[in-house]
């Protein structure tokens, strides 16, 4: 079992940054690859970014890549999300979830564990 916890969010005005973090309690959190979803208001939950259990691999969508940086502490039980020159497109509430698979899926279906999201507002 698996629980996670965002934190992070904010108003930021464009051009402007962000980071956040998701903790996870639990033994294995080691043993999971990560991925950081988003949802806007009346859109489905898009992939944003995933990292394997290692760290060693990092996947990217391509609307925030060269942006957006994940990153993930195993001795922290943390996983992050750097967000750099932020849009307002990029509004949406964040969610970070965890999956048994070896490398990130872009599938929300294939997360089992999920946070409670936290909220990313850019202002133009």
């Known amino acids: 079992q698996v629980q996670l916890v965002e934190s992070g969010g904010g108003l930021v005005q464009a051009g402007g940054s962000l980071k956040l973090s998701c903790v996870a309690s639990?033994?294995?959190?080691?043993?999971?690859?990560m991925g950081w979803f988003r949802q806007a208001p009346g859109k489905g939950r898009e992939f944003v970014a995933g990292?394997?259990?290692?760290?060693?691999?990092?996947y990217y969508a391509d609307s925030v890549k060269g942006r957006f940086t994940i990153s993930r502490d195993n001795a922290k039980k943390t996983v992050y999300l750097q967000m750099n020159s932020l849009k307002p497109e990029d509004t949406a509430i964040y969610y970070c979830?965890?999956?048994?698979?070896?490398?990130?899926?872009?599938?929300?279906?294939?997360?089992?564990?999920w946070g409670q999201g936290t909220q990313v507002t850019v202002s133009s």
């Open positions: 639990g033994r294995t959190f080691s043993t999971y690859a």
């Open positions: 979830a965890a999956t048994p698979r070896v490398v990130p899926a872009t599938t929300p279906s294939d997360y089992n564990y």
């Open positions: 990292i394997s259990w290692s760290g060693g691999s990092t």
